[in-house]
């Protein structure tokens, strides 16, 4: 069973309009907008370029993530389920729902971009 992050941080990665991703140590933190579904934690990158920190991520899955005054190390996975790429479209347009923020939500939600969702668990 894979590690499931406290309900105090779940709480707080819910109401976290951005938060900071590193892949392995070597890379600087990014800011990122992060979404909970059913209790899990989801990241989407815009794009797939080599030297960006999704690509990053797939090449060494284990890393950090900073919100709320908090360090924590993660692993990051692919997310391939269909029905869960969806669901974090649709928490992406709830969340982040304001007019400037709209033009990204809807690119977030075009499949070349919804299959770069990872999910986090903490390591």
């Known amino acids: 069973m894979a590690a499931r992050f ?3 941080s779940i709480e707080a990665l819910a109401h976290a309009k951005m938060i900071g ?3 392995g140590t070597a890379h600087k933190y990014t800011g990122v907008w992060v979404v909970v579904v059913e ?4 990241v989407r990158s815009w794009n797939d370029k080599r030297t960006g920190w999704f690509r990053a991520f797939l090449d060494e899955p284990a890393g950090s993530i900073q919100f709320a005054d908090v360090e924590r190390k993660v692993r990051a996975t692919p997310t391939r389920s269909q029905r869960l790429q969806d669901a974090v479209s649709a928490a992406y347009g709830e969340k982040y ?3 400037a923020s709209q033009k990204w939500v809807r690119g977030f ?3 070349k971009r919804a299959v770069n969702t990872l999910e986090l668990t903490p390591r």
């Open 6 to 8: 406290s309900k105090a």
């Open 97 to 99: 729902d304001t007019r």
């Open 109 to 111: 939600a075009q499949p």
């Open 39 to 42: 209790g899990r934690v989801f």
């Open 21 to 23: 991703v590193r892949a």
